[in-house]
């Protein structure tokens, strides 16, 4: 398809568990985006990737989670040892070039759920 | 803490009518702004943006006007359709990698 892809849709995990969320971005865009949505909440942004490399991964908020990119197209959001406040809906975007002044495209998210 | 905010978490409005979405920002080095439509189990999708060096950007019935003094910005939607029904996210960017979102409006419109 043309827009954003994320898989799985839908996460059920138990505590301590790992997992990874794929991201599919729009094809030619080379900045990729990670936020996570908690109930009630705005998007928070966790990391963004410039091509193949974190430009930015200021956001996440513990070495638990982490993020590659290693082609500079399909990108793969990594949890480890989950815990219960990890559960939230992971939404990946992508935009054309990432210099802060594009629209971000994004996919219909990843909801995690940790039991 | 958050940087980008919206205080108001519903709004309904008669279709027709004007819908007006407001947003507050706290970090005078935001200079792009936009904001996202946002259907229940979609992503968001992007709506209407307006650089700081403009005060007003009009799209059609979706007018953002910015008060940069006020940090403060808002979206018009105008006339409200049934269809508008979504929560709305303004965001803003600093010209650096991360775009901060507000809590979003859940907003109504009334056939």
């Known amino acids: 398809g043309a827009g954003v892809s994320q898989t799985p849709s839908n996460k059920v995990t138990e505590k301590g568990k790992y997992v990874e969320l794929r991201c599919d971005p729009i094809?030619?865009?080379?900045?990729l985006y990670w936020y996570r949505q908690s109930l009630g909440q705005g998007p928070e942004f966790l990391i963004y990737?410039?091509?193949?490399?974190?430009?930015?991964d200021s956001g996440l908020p513990n070495d638990r989670f982490f993020a590659v990119r290693p082609e500079g197209s399909v990108s793969t959001l990594k949890i480890q040892r989950t815990e219960r406040g990890d559960s939230a809906v992971y939404l990946c975007?992508?935009?054309?070039?990432?210099?802060?002044?594009?629209?971000?495209?994004f996919g219909e998210g990843s909801r995690l759920t940790v039991l | 803490d958050q940087q980008v905010k919206q205080n108001s978490p519903s709004l309904s409005v008669q279709e027709g009518r004007i819908s007006i979405l407001n947003c507050d920002y706290t970090?005078?080095?935001?200079?792009?702004f936009l904001w996202y439509k946002k259907y229940p189990a979609e992503g968001p999708t992007f709506l209407i943006s307006?650089?700081?060096?403009?005060d007003k950007n009009e799209d059609g019935r979706f007018t953002v006007f910015l008060n940069k003094s006020a940090k403060h910005l808002s979206l018009h939607i105008v006339p409200s359709q049934p269809g508008d029904s979504a929560v709305y996210f303004c965001?803003?960017?600093?010209?650096?990698?991360?775009?901060?979102f507000g809590t979003g409006t859940s907003l109504t419109v009334i056939p």
């Open positions: 975007a992508s935009s054309f070039s990432g210099r802060g002044t594009g629209e971000l495209f």
């Open positions: 094809s030619g865009h080379t900045a």
């Open positions: 990737f410039q091509g193949t490399g974190a430009a930015d």
């Open positions: 970090n005078s080095m935001f200079d792009y």
């Open positions: 307006i650089s700081s060096i403009k």
């Open positions: 965001a803003a960017s600093n010209t650096g990698n991360q775009f901060y």
